[in-house]
């Protein structure tokens, strides 16, 4: 079992910043994929961010050079550091885990993003 909570969400106007976390209840620095999903209302869930185990970090091209996803291993965290806020980033905000390559199979309880114009 790996849980995952969900911390930083919050209001923020735009061309504002948010730190999104997401903590494990285990060591995480085995886990090969971690990342973050985000859906808004009425629309489909999207891939947002990627890290691997090296350290390798991959982004959906809406977010490139704003977003930043970071790991620390020793306090078994993940963190999305969200700058230049846009209302189009308001979406509740999840994080995962993949450890064995095939797919999400852990994920946080969710965090709310609302940017506003």
């Known amino acids: 079992q790996v849980p995952l909570v969900e911390s930083g969400g919050g209001l923020v106007q735009a061309g504002g910043s948010l730190r999104l976390s997401c903590a494990a209840s285990a060591t995480i620095f085995t886990i090969n994929y971690m990342g973050w999903y985000r859906q808004a209302p009425g629309k489909q869930r999207e891939l947002v961010a990627t890290i691997t185990s090296r350290g390798t970090t991959r982004y959906t091209d809406s977010v490139k050079g704003r977003f930043t996803i970071s790991r620390d291993n020793a306090k078994n965290t993940v963190y999305l550091q969200m700058n230049s806020l846009k209302p189009e980033d308001t979406a509740v905000y999840y994080c995962?885990?993949?450890?064995?390559?095939?797919?999400?199979?852990?994920w946080g309880q969710g965090t709310q993003v609302t940017v506003s114009s």
């Open positions: 995962y885990t993949d450890r064995y390559g095939l797919g999400p199979d852990y």
